[in-house]
């Protein structure tokens, strides 16, 4: 008997390349190398969107069947051990597939999205925006990748995670809105209870309905706000005391413009708002109060000072 049917591992030795220059040797020698060795090409060759697990099995149904019919006129080719190893490869393949798959959804300028997930909690995604989560055991592994803003209402259960560049956010059951983009963080907490971690600041916060928090170049600033204030789910962003580079970053988000700020203070704040319905009434209702000036050159918004 050939050693590699008295040795249960040797197959998975073999796939993932673990056999002794020896063993390979005496097992490329065997008459059932060249089977085996298709069996395992194909199977290394799929790709998730074409893989038809049961048009495999029956293949290998078929094979097994076929050889066994032989075996009465003559030696038999390929134990039935080993059609039940390859098997196992190619469920081993399907798995993997499955168990790396990804949801995956964005958003383009001016763009907004309504996301159900796999147990019924709600995302709103707001204008250029990504979000991916695994669906595998969701109930036990809610956990999501955030870049952009979204507002959440998540269903009550395990841990819910957001994970963001800049931080994390971690809830039971709430309402809350989170932004992440470089080297900018913010959570506000609408209904229920949330906790904020920083990646970088080592700082972890728990936000209360009203309770706010953000990350600016690393430094953890927190504030209150009011819970029944428009919000960009009915068409006008709001700001407190924010950086006015993050305002013009939701200009250009919900506007698809591109902005010339290169003659204005980008660390100046800003409190206020924009409606998203008209473009010129945004621009006016950020940049009066700013003392900023802007003109249109080649569908480019130039920004300039008038202090300066």
């Known amino acids: 008997m050939e050693k590699y049917s008295q040795d249960e591992t040797f197959l998975a030795r073999w796939i ?3 056999l002794s220059t020896e063993e390979l040797d005496e097992f490329q020698k065997s008459k059932d190398y060249p089977v085996l060795k298709r069996i395992n090409d194909a199977s290394q060759r799929l790709e998730a969107p074409k893989f038809d697990q049961q048009n495999l099995f029956n293949k290998l149904e078929q094979y097994k069947t076929n050889r066994l019919q032989q075996e009465k006129r003559t030696i038999k080719l ?3 051990w080993a059609i039940a190893v390859a098997a196992s490869v190619v469920i081993a393949f399907g798995l993997f597939y499955f168990l790396t798959a990804e949801s995956h959804y964005n958003t383009g300028f001016g763009q907004q999205m309504a996301v159900t997930l796999p147990d019924r909690s709600q995302v709103q995604l707001n204008s250029n925006s990504d ?3 695994k669906s595998l055991n969701w109930k036990n592994n809610r956990e999501i990748n955030l870049e952009g803003e979204a507002f959440f209402d998540v269903e009550k259960g395990q841990s819910f995670k957001v994970y963001t560049e800049e931080g994390v956010v971690e809830v039971l059951g709430t309402e809350f809105n989170v932004i992440s983009r470089a080297n900018y963080f913010e959570v506000r907490c609408q209904e229920g209870k949330v906790k904020v971690s920083s990646t970088d600041a080592n700082d972890e916060v728990v936000l209360l309905p009203g309770n706010a928090v953000r990350i600016v170049n690393n430094k953890l600033e ?3 706000y009011n819970i029944s204030e428009p919000n960009w789910l009915i068409g006008e962003s709001t700001f407190q005391n924010t950086p006015l580079s993050q305002v013009i970053i939701s200009l250009q988000n919900q506007f698809g413009i591109t902005f010339d700020a290169s003659n204005i ?3 100046e ?3 206020g708002g924009f409606t998203h319905k008209n473009l010129n009434l945004a621009l006016k209702t950020v940049m009066t109060p700013m003392d900023i000036s802007y003109s249109v050159d080649d ?7 008038l202090d300066n």
């Open 16 to 18: 993932s390349g673990d």
């Open 265 to 267: 203070n980008l660390s």
């Open 269 to 271: 704040r800003f409190t």
């Open 131 to 133: 979000l991916d989560f």
């Open 222 to 224: 927190k504030w209150d």
């Open 299 to 305: 569908n480019k918004i130039i920004l300039k000072d």
């Open 78 to 80: 390929i134990p039935n």
